[in-house]
């Protein structure tokens, strides 16, 4: 139980565009949402937290802006990248908290996104 | 504010050495704590972990027990295989928060 899956698990786009990566709990409610980055050989950043049919609170010096989340059900969110440039490129992984129970996160695999 | 500390690694070992690898945290309150581990290119996969004091985690041949006199949640392993290469990351949770402190990692290699 309590399998966290993202989506894509790869992704390379232009500079410019924008992208997008799901985070579902596949076999459980997740009331709130994380999502992490990760630099190269460096520990995770805790970028946001998201709660099911609210806005996103996010870290000291994480842009809003930049990375849209959006927590739309109980089993879904979803982090954009929006206007991606190369300095964006990073390890991007989501973890769920169970509604009931304790506080464990459970983590996605990750999505690698790289930005030309 | 809360903290973790883990050794610095990289820890290069030969396959059947004993492994132990140091963590450390500070906290207000009475933390549960995690190993969590991730192999190359994956995501973090809970390794074990200890909710109070003198708990014992363990899974896979992996063992931590809370230390709440000394602050610590140190790593061991009798014997490890080649398949043990990987990151594994100490953390912390305070009760009644959301929010994991992670450790810096430390990167595991074993050689056959």
């Known amino acids: 139980g309590a399998v966290v899956s993202q989506h894509p698990s790869r992704v390379i786009c232009k500079s410019g565009t924008s992208v997008k990566i799901e985070c579902r709990s596949l076999d459980f409610q997740a009331t709130t949402m994380f999502w992490y980055r990760q630099f190269p050989k460096q520990s995770l950043m805790l970028m946001a937290t998201?709660?099911?049919?609210?806005?996103?609170?996010?870290e000291q010096g994480v842009e809003k802006d930049k990375f849209l989340i959006n927590h739309a059900s109980l089993t879904l969110s979803t982090l954009t990248v929006t206007s991606a440039h190369p300095e964006d490129s990073s390890f991007y992984i989501c973890?769920?908290?169970?509604?009931?129970?304790?506080?464990?996160?459970?983590f996605g695999p990750g999505t690698r996104l790289t930005v030309t | 504010g809360d903290s973790v500390t883990q050794m610095e690694g990289p820890v290069t070992l030969s396959e059947e050495a004993f492994l132990t690898i140091n963590c450390t945290y500070t906290a207000t309150g009475y933390p549960s704590l995690f190993w969590y581990v991730q192999y190359p290119g994956e995501g973090l996969q809970l390794l074990l972990k200890a909710t109070k004091a003198d708990d014992k985690g363990s899974n896979k041949g992996f063992e931590a027990t809370y230390r709440k006199e000394t602050t610590s949640f140190h790593l061991e392993k009798g014997s490890v295989q080649v398949s043990d290469s990987a990151v594994y990351f100490c953390?912390?949770?305070?009760?009644?928060?959301?929010?994991?402190?992670f450790g810096t990692g430390t990167r595991l290699k074993v050689l056959a």
């Open positions: 998201s709660n099911e049919g609210s806005k996103a609170t996010y």
């Open positions: 973890s769920a908290q169970a509604r009931q129970g304790s506080y464990e996160q459970y």
């Open positions: 953390a912390l949770s305070e009760p009644g928060t959301y929010k994991y402190i």
